[in-house]
């Protein structure tokens, strides 16, 4: 179990799954007192991919994970299959995020002298075999999945405002979504130019400018 939740008050319902279906799966993330109740926060995970693509909260009387469940479950019927299930875009976005997120986490761990010589020369091993994945399946894709690398769906958008509140800071959020580091790996980024640089505007409306 994390760290964070070792002394939780509610360790019995967090993180804990409180829903599945052939798409997703549901966790707890938080359960914090409140006024009149419990506030439960849950995260909705792509089982294609790994990523968050939903999160809602509620409030409950008492610790319940039977209510907890049946919650989760609602939502998840709501939800339907994502436009972009198992596309092959879909898999360099998420292969992206998780390498500035695993690096990110490794830097932190660095700085604080955490890591031994030998965790560091497999760590760097293995990121580059990452990288080297990555950028081959970044050019085999096809034009039409090219472009999507660079057309914001609406889910992503829809999770915009847990994503800010959870990601450890604004230059992750940026570095994950600006996916500048995928158009500069692409072999004929030229002709995507364009996509890019509209897909950045839209970018800077949301988040604002970095």
């Not at 294609?48 to 509620?58: C, G, H, R």
Request: a positive charge; proline letters at 2%; hydrophobic letters at 35%.
């Amino acid at each position: 179990m994390c760290n964070r939740y070792l002394n939780h008050k509610y360790w019995q319902l967090v993180p804990v799954r409180v829903g599945k279906n052939e798409y997703f799966e549901a966790y707890t993330m938080d359960v914090d007192d409140v006024d009149n109740g419990i506030k439960v926060a849950i995260v909705v995970y792509r089982l294609d991919t790994l990523e968050a693509y939903s999160f809602f909260d509620f409030y409950i009387e008492k610790p319940d994970k039977k209510e907890c469940v049946i919650r989760a479950d609602n939502h998840l019927k709501q939800l339907g299959r994502p436009v972009d299930w198992k596309s092959p875009h879909r898999f360099c976005l998420a292969r992206h995020a998780f390498r500035i997120l695993r690096n990110e986490k490794f830097k932190t761990n660095l700085d604080k002298n955490k890591l031994s010589n030998e965790y560091i020369y497999r760590y760097m091993t293995i990121a580059r075999l990452r990288e080297t994945v990555l950028i081959k399946k970044l050019n085999f894709l096809s034009d039409y999945e090219k472009i999507q690398l660079f057309t914001l769906k609406q889910w992503e958008i829809d999770i915009k405002d847990w994503e800010m509140d959870n990601y450890s800071g604004k230059d992750t959020l940026y570095a994950i979504y600006r996916r500048t580091y995928l158009y500069k790996r692409l072999y004929d980024k030229e002709r995507f130019r364009d996509y890019y640089l509209e897909y950045n505007q839209l970018i800077d409306e949301l988040y604002g400018k970095g």
